[in-house]
């Protein structure tokens, strides 16, 4: 019985270490190129910019940053600038740490090598073979251009990516494994590289995280079409990614005013793990509006969130520990109160056209959260001023919180 079971075992596991040996040939055997394929660091520029419009939270900008690392150094300048811009100590100090030096100019290519694929086809790769890969002495940029070229057939988590650094990988490399899932079944339809045409800027597609990039770009120069187009052709690249979904509700509600349209796809974004995000004023003033600050509030599965432009207030709430959100019953007079207020990339940097101060409703909501024995209350107004952005934002809390008005 011994004997037999070794024979019935031995095949599957020869035929195993056949493919990880075939795979390991394959990538050795490969043409050296630079990485051109590896994910883009984000801009100096573009951090600022996504900072400004706060369509993402802290968490969320310091998890790209994690994952790409940016393209410039941390000096007094760029921190003062990404101060200015509203940016957290926790997005500054990822930056700080997640500099990515600029990569080495392409070797040159010799006659011979012209038109021979530097990645061979094949289905996606395993995290167990990314690990080999990596422990056999690939290069990390070696290793993110089969990622690139050929998927992964798992998803990245915290877990996951310090596996891949204990093996040797890199931040790239983590952000190349996120933004190339396929899921099973599927297929990618990127062509293989060339040894003659390396995938460069200028002759390929942009990724995910590129186009993301340039809608936020669009949407701080209040181009609501662009920035549309760009996120719709991000989220047909990669439909899991709950980033696209995001921002582009965010556009669609604040550039568009399109409440169904930015419901949908803010649903869509919190049922994939991101949040949605709103742009509100909070109040100081016990409900009266008269002292106030301008900022985002994210709504996730877990808990609400709120981030203040200026970087210095923030809120945070758990679900359980959310008592009540419910919009205002009234709003009494309010002079003065949120007139002319100023919002940094809510649109475009302008002035509110109109005061929300003096009678009428301004479309106000609280919620009411327990603070060890006792509870607080905290007011927030919607920037579009209606009673519809603040029941949308009740109707999201309630439906995937504990709480119930």
């Not at 990515?100 to 086809?121: E, F, I, L, N, Q």
């Not at 210095?312 to 959310?322: G, K, L, N, R, V």
């Amino acid at each position: 019985m011994e004997s037999n079971s070794k024979k019935r075992h031995t095949p599957k596991a020869g035929a195993l270490a056949a493919h990880a040996f075939a795979l390991f040939v394959s990538l050795a055997c490969g043409i050296a190129v630079a990485s051109a394929q590896a994910k883009k660091p984000i801009t100096r520029d573009g951090l600022v910019k996504a900072v400004r419009i706060n369509g993402l939270s802290t968490a969320e900008l310091v998890q790209q940053i994690e994952q790409r690392g940016v393209a410039f150094e941390m000096t007094a300048d760029a921190e003062q600038e990404l101060r200015q811009a509203g940016a957290r100590p926790e997005v500054v100090e990822a930056a700080r740490s997640n500099y990515h030096r600029p990569p080495a100019a392409a070797p040159v290519v010799s006659a011979s090598a012209k038109g021979k694929p530097t990645v061979p086809p094949g289905p996606p790769l395993s995290k167990n073979e990314i690990v080999t890969m990596l422990q056999a002495g690939s290069p990390p940029a070696r290793v993110e251009q089969f990622v690139d070229a050929r998927g992964v057939n798992f998803q990245s988590n915290a877990a996951v990516a310090q596996e891949i650094k204990r093996a040797g990988g890199t931040n790239s490399l983590v952000g190349a494994i996120t933004s190339n899932y396929v899921a099973a079944g599927g297929a990618r339809r990127t062509q293989p590289t060339t040894a003659a045409s390396p995938a460069s800027a200028t002759s390929r597609a942009p990724d995910y995280d590129e186009l993301t990039d340039q809608a936020t770009a669009a949407y701080d120069a209040r181009d609501s079409a662009r920035a549309t187009q760009l996120l719709q052709r991000a989220i047909q690249l990669q439909p899991q990614s709950p980033r696209a979904y995001q921002l582009l509700g965010f556009a669609q509600l604040y550039l568009q005013n399109n409440f169904t349209e930015a419901e949908k796809n803010m649903r869509k974004a919190i049922d994939l793990g991101g949040s949605a995000a709103f742009r509100v004023f909070h109040d100081h003033a016990n409900g009266s509006f008269r002292d106030t600050c301008a900022g985002t509030l994210f709504v996730t599965k877990a808990n609400v969130t709120f981030k203040a432009d200026d970087g210095q207030h923030t809120f945070e709430a758990a679900d359980p520990d959310i008592r009540e959100i419910k919009v205002n019953k009234l709003v009494g007079r309010l002079p003065g109160a949120l007139g002319g207020s100023h919002l940094p990339g809510a649109l475009g940097g302008s002035r509110l056209p109109g005061p929300l101060g003096g009678e009428g409703d301004i479309g106000a909501f609280h919620i009411k959260v327990k603070r060890a024995s006792d509870s607080k209350n905290y007011n927030f107004a919607p920037l579009t001023k209606k009673k519809a952005e603040s029941e949308l934002i009740v109707s999201l809390v309630t439906g995937y919180g504990g709480v119930k008005s």
